[in-house]
């Protein structure tokens, strides 16, 4: 990992992109002296401690979800692209608050219900197998773009009722919908992404048209013909859920796999333990989402003024909820960098968040890792990284943390 370019002498910010690729010796020198940041190129407040960030997850009254990151842009041009050439974004699922939320938040519980990700298992695992045995007997490979990216994808693209071919094209738009929940992205940068974006949204449009002409049994289908409070829910409304979905869906599993596999290179005993008992995959994936979460860090606007930590943030602020942070605090984790599959409070982490947010794809999620680094172990042994430090890249991301590049070699089993 790059080390911080912020020294103890320059202030310290999560805009620099260093320390975005390794964000957590910036956790540590925060988080006992000044645990509410005012970070002095954002103008954010940032927390890093578990107890205020779980705290400041669940005060849905005074932080609030709808920043206006997520749905209408700060540039007027980027909203007239939405407008002229797709839908203005609207806020739904993870960028509203209690009462509204409730509504679509109950249509996707009715739709993502536990029986039904429960069901997809045997069809993941035919995925999972399919991936193996198509880079089985290469000499090397990229691990990010030979399985962690195409697993979740293929997983939620069959839901969604898309077809795999089209999949560039989703990855796409999931990685520039992470970016534009940046605080930091410049007017010029809006307007490309909200063109990227409008094109998904007449892709998707096309599909909510078609299912609901002629419904079928993907997820797409059930919320597009699935009542909530007697109404079918409009174009708009449908776009903004099914867009969360398939960032929710895949980005967090692709980064997730990789940092899992990083640490079966690193920690070659971890794979052996899981390989002996396979039932040791699940603690793996709670304490690999821990230490390494996919997302770093979420935001809320304060509505009215707070004090946290002995800090009052004034009401129009925006804090940052680090969930890396909270999850490697060390009073709430014993040697929190540490990956133990004994922790007895390993699922007790935030890389999901909290309360009436907690990600809705959260057990899809679990359930495509756990399969994912059983199966793994099963078939494949002696993981190695292939090309020494440039084995790996980073991802430079406000909010996302992992590789964006694992090129590796293996054994088969």
Same mark, same amino acid.
């Given at each position: 990992m790059s080390k911080s370019s912020v020294t103890a002498d320059t202030p310290l910010s999560f805009a620099d992109p260093a320390v975005q690729r390794c964000p957590f010796s910036s956790y540590d020198r925060l988080r006992d002296d000044r645990p509410v940041y005012h970070d002095?190129?954002?103008?954010?407040?940032?927390?890093?401690?578990?107890?205020?960030?779980? *705290?400041?997850?669940?005060?849905? *009254?005074?932080?609030?979800?709808?920043?206006?990151?997520?749905?209408? =842009?700060?540039?007027?041009?980027?909203? =007239?692209?939405?407008?002229e050439k797709g839908w203005l974004p609207i806020d739904t699922l993870v960028s509203n608050d209690p009462p509204d939320h409730r509504v679509y938040r109950t249509l996707v519980d009715k739709v993502f219900t536990p029986t039904r990700v429960?069901?997809?298992?045997?069809?993941?695992? #035919?995925?999972?197998?399919?991936?193996?045995?198509?880079?089985?007997?290469?000499?090397?490979?990229?691990?990010?773009?030979?399985?962690?990216?195409r697993l979740p994808m293929y997983v939620i693209a069959e839901q969604l009722g898309v077809p795999r071919e089209h999949m560039d094209r989703f990855k796409l738009w999931s990685d520039v919908s992470v970016e534009s929940v940046s605080p930091v992205l410049t007017?010029?940068?809006?307007?490309?992404?909200?063109?990227?974006?409008?094109?998904?949204?007449?892709?998707?449009?096309? #599909?909510?048209? @078609?299912?609901?002409?002629?419904?079928?049994?993907?997820?797409?289908? @059930?919320?597009?013909?699935?009542?909530?409070d007697g109404r079918l829910l409009e174009m708009r409304e449908l776009l903004s859920i099914i867009h969360q979905l398939l960032v929710a869906g895949n980005e967090t599993t692709t980064t997730t796999l990789a940092s899992g596999? *990083?640490?079966?290179?690193?920690?070659? #005993?971890?794979?052996?333990?899981?390989? =002996?008992?396979?039932?040791? &995959? *699940?603690?793996?994936?709670?304490?690999?989402? =821990?230490?390494?979460?996919?997302?770093?860090?979420?935001?809320?606007?304060?509505?009215?003024?707070?004090?946290?930590?002995?800090?009052?943030?004034?009401?129009?602020?925006?804090?940052?909820?680090?969930?890396?942070? &909270?999850n490697r605090d060390p009073k709430q984790y014993a040697e929190p960098a540490k990956v133990d599959l004994d922790r007895s409070n390993a699922a007790s982490h935030l890389a999901f968040g909290a309360g009436p947010h907690l990600c809705i794809g959260n057990q899809l999620a679990r359930g495509e890792l756990r399969l994912a680094f059983q199966i793994l172990t099963r078939r494949l042994t002696n993981f190695r990284a292939t090309r020494g430090d440039d084995s790996y890249s980073w991802m430079t991301s406000y909010i996302a943390h992992g590789p964006d590049q694992l090129w590796m070699r293996f054994d088969r089993r």
């Open positions: 002095p190129l954002t103008g954010n407040y940032v927390l890093t401690r578990y107890e205020d960030v779980r *705290k400041a997850l669940l005060n849905v *009254k005074a932080l609030r979800n709808r920043t206006g990151l997520n749905s209408t =842009r700060s540039d007027p041009t980027a909203n =007239r692209v939405f407008e429960g069901a997809l298992e045997p069809r993941i695992e #035919e995925i999972i197998n399919e991936l193996i045995d198509a880079f089985i007997d290469a000499p090397e490979i990229d691990f990010l773009q030979a399985f962690a990216v007017s010029q940068r809006e307007v490309e992404i909200a063109e990227i974006l409008t094109e998904m949204q007449r892709y998707l449009a096309a #599909e909510i048209e @078609h299912v609901r002409e002629t419904p079928n049994d993907t997820l797409i289908s @059930h919320l597009a013909n699935t009542e909530t596999m *990083k640490l079966f290179i690193e920690q070659p #005993e971890l794979a052996d333990e899981i390989r =002996r008992d396979p039932t040791r &995959a *699940k603690p793996f994936v709670e304490e690999t989402l =821990r230490t390494l979460s996919p997302i770093q860090a979420l935001f809320r606007r304060v509505a009215e003024d707070v004090e946290i930590a002995g800090v009052t943030i004034p009401a129009g602020s925006l804090v940052e909820v680090r969930y890396g942070a &909270a």
